[in-house]
């Protein structure tokens, strides 16, 4: 193994938020090449087979002010990994465990059992596919399962709005709200996008590229949102804010708006105060002592076919930087991941 190449991605530019927003663009994105990794006492090396392309590798670039620093040009990338280990010096972590964590983008990573954020990797259980251990299993299904099932609990017979109702958290999202007795309501971009996500289980949608958004969503909710999963931000909040029962929850899960422009202002907050809404967001490392519930719930509705995965999966090495790019400029369809081995 010694004599094979690691392909790898590294950082190729510094930051730069002169345009605004948290986008990354072409140029942060540089190939290299290097030596697998020798694996030292108490570590582990994972091959990786499938790349996850999210909101976390534009804040590797960009930072997180109090979270972690910019990556600098040169470093290899990181993000999302699923894969295997292939040599283990460490007992918890044998030869041919299945894996998911946050590594560096190359064929082969060092690992002591933990991840770049300090978390320990999560094994993928038996019976579920390699990929579903970073969309079902991984921040996608757990960010939708956190924001329903412990920070705003939807009661049976709530209208819960989902905006990025094609993308990987929202899709499950989705599908989680009717095991709680709501009924889902989906946002997303085209037709095309939003005739799938019914397909998907979403009762009813609202296409964002379309006219009158808030009419869209009062006539897709008539008797009002009583909690709005938002995973997008920007317009769509704004207009989910008008549309909200007394006493509904706004969670902010993410801001893809955001990315790849400067952000846009709200301008119908004054709704939070007219209509007693209650607003929260939550960072998913934040809540790292809550994902093996999650992850087994998750697991077994996946396995029961209660979940079904809307994937949008690039072949090649080669496409990672057009795949990372793709889902903040609506040219995904599901979650999106690359296969690279």
């Given at each position: 193994?010694?004599?094979?190449?690691?392909?790898?991605?590294q950082?190729?530019?510094?930051?730069?938020?002169?345009?605004?927003?948290?986008?990354?663009?072409r140029?942060?994105?540089?190939?290299?090449?290097?030596?697998v990794?020798?694996?030292?006492?108490?570590?582990?090396?994972?091959?990786?087979?499938?790349?996850?392309?999210?909101?976390?590798?534009?804040?590797?670039?960009?930072?997180i002010p109090?979270?972690?620093?910019?990556?600098?040009?040169?470093?290899?990338?990181?993000?999302?990994?699923?894969?295997?280990?292939?040599?283990?010096?460490?007992?918890?972590?044998?030869?041919?465990?299945?894996?998911?964590?946050f590594?560096?983008?190359?064929?082969?990573?060092?690992?002591?059992?933990?991840?770049?954020?300090?978390?320990?990797?999560?094994?993928?259980?038996?019976?579920?596919?390699?990929?579903?251990?970073?969309?079902?299993?991984?921040?996608?299904?757990?960010?939708?399962?956190?924001?329903?099932?412990?920070?705003?609990?939807?009661?049976?017979?709530?209208?819960v709005?989902?905006?990025?109702?094609?993308?990987?958290?929202?899709?499950?999202?989705?599908?989680?709200?009717?095991?709680?007795?709501?009924?889902?309501?989906?946002?997303?971009?085209?037709?095309?996008?939003?005739?799938?996500?019914?397909?998907?289980?979403?009762?009813?949608?609202?296409?964002?590229?379309?006219?009158?958004?808030?009419?869209?969503?009062?006539?897709?909710?008539?008797?009002?949102?009583?909690?709005?999963?938002?995973?997008?931000?920007?317009?769509?909040?704004?207009?989910?804010?008008?549309?909200?029962?007394?006493?509904?929850?706004?969670?902010?899960?993410?801001?893809?708006?955001?990315?790849?422009?400067?952000?846009?202002?709200?301008?119908?907050?004054?709704?939070?105060?007219?209509?007693?809404?209650?607003?929260?967001?939550?960072?998913?490392?934040?809540?790292?002592?809550?994902?093996?519930?999650?992850?087994?719930?998750?697991?077994?509705?996946?396995?029961?076919?209660?979940?079904?995965?809307?994937?949008?999966?690039?072949?090649?090495?080669?496409?990672?930087?057009?795949?990372?790019?793709?889902?903040?400029?609506?040219?995904?369809?599901?979650?999106?991941?690359v296969?690279?081995?």
């Open positions: 193994m010694r004599n094979v190449t690691n392909r790898l991605w950082v190729g530019k510094p930051n730069d938020d002169t345009a605004g927003g948290m986008a990354l663009v140029g942060h994105f540089e190939r290299g090449e290097g030596d990794p020798e694996v030292g006492e108490g570590q582990v090396l994972v091959r990786a087979e499938y790349f996850s392309p999210d909101a976390m590798n534009h804040a590797w670039v960009r930072g109090g979270k972690f620093d910019p990556l600098a040009p040169g470093t290899t990338m990181r993000g999302g990994i699923a894969g295997t280990v292939v040599e283990s010096r460490n007992a918890d972590w044998p030869e041919g465990t299945r894996v998911t964590g590594l560096d983008w190359a064929d082969y990573s060092l690992s002591d059992g933990t991840d770049h954020m300090g978390v320990p990797l999560q094994r993928i259980p038996d019976g579920v596919a390699t990929a579903s251990g970073l969309v079902t299993l991984g921040m996608s299904g757990v960010c939708a399962w956190l924001g329903l099932a412990r920070f705003t609990r939807p009661r049976p017979g709530d209208t709005l989902v905006s990025g109702a094609s993308g990987g958290i929202g899709s499950i999202a989705g599908q989680l709200l009717p095991i709680f007795g709501a009924r889902p309501v989906g946002i997303a971009g085209g037709p095309e996008k939003c005739a799938a996500a019914l397909e998907n289980g979403f009762d009813a949608m609202v296409d964002y590229k379309a006219d009158d958004l808030a009419g869209q969503i009062a006539r897709a909710c008539p008797g009002g949102v009583d909690l709005f999963f938002d995973n997008v931000g920007g317009p769509l909040l704004d207009a989910a804010l008008v549309n909200m029962r007394h006493y509904g929850q706004v969670l902010i899960c993410g801001g893809t708006a955001h990315y790849g422009a400067k952000p846009e202002p709200i301008y119908n907050h004054i709704y939070m105060a007219m209509s007693s809404l209650t607003m929260r967001g939550f960072f998913y490392f934040d809540h790292v002592d809550l994902w093996e519930e999650g992850r087994e719930r998750l697991a077994r509705w996946l396995i029961e076919g209660r979940i079904r995965e809307w994937l949008d999966v690039s072949e090649g090495f080669e496409t990672v930087p057009a795949a990372a790019l793709a889902g903040f400029h609506g040219g995904v369809k599901g979650r999106k991941l296969k690279i081995a």
